[in-house]
């Protein structure tokens, strides 16, 4: 379980996250929602470590992650970020096997146990065939799937995702959610499409200005009054006639 509590931050004088609490309960997929400039990737950051709060805490199984090692922290948890370079010609493979780091005594010391992780995370993607392709041969929505694999082969207990599914057609959006749900692997997952998060998402939390706005089951939580508030925009919210799961149909501007 992943619990957040009273965490904010500011840079300069401007608050980015004020005083945020949530629960991710262990095994879980919990969207986090909210217009750009909400906070979300401030928040993943926090809680990856890679932003120091102002104040507040965050919980990974009862432990504080601001006392951990940072080598066992990475073990614990993989962060897929919304972009990621390289100026290294790298196969997908050996990006890949970077997520293996934290597990290794050192650079080289690569195990069997190392490449099969890979090669099961490859083929979780559909990317098995990409093993020897280079990062500079791959399209947008490749990267963002050897990315996930990366992740993958890191074998966190928590899985942090900042738009996931950008660059991806539908196809791989589609897959590539139901991937993790299937996992198993407690996960948060920063989404702007609000659909993908009804059909995937357990729970959501919602921010705005910085503020969590709203919090619980995502079938309860979507509501045409919440898309309106928090969003701007007007919408009906119905049930989809196979899995019962909300399904947003928005109305177009008025002006």
Known sequence: MLQVT????????????DRVSCTVPTGTLVGLLGPNGSGKTTLLRIVAGLTTPDHGHRLLGGEDLATLPRRTVARRMALLAQHA??????????VVLLGRTPH???RWSESTADHDAVTDALARVDLTDFAHRTWRTLSGGERQRVQLARALAQEPELLLLDEPTNHLDINHQLQLLHLV????????????????AAMFCDTLVVLHHGRVAATGPTTDLLTPDLLHDVFGVRADITPHPGTGRPVITYHPPTS
């Open 6 to 17: 009273d965490v904010s931050h500011t840079v300069q004088t401007a608050t980015i996250i």
């Open 85 to 94: 370079e390289t100026d290294l010609d790298l196969t997908v493979h050996d």
């Open 104 to 106: 290794r005594r050192s």
């Open 181 to 196: 749900r299937r996992s198993g692997i407690t996960t948060v997952a920063a989404l702007h499409d609000l659909n993908l």
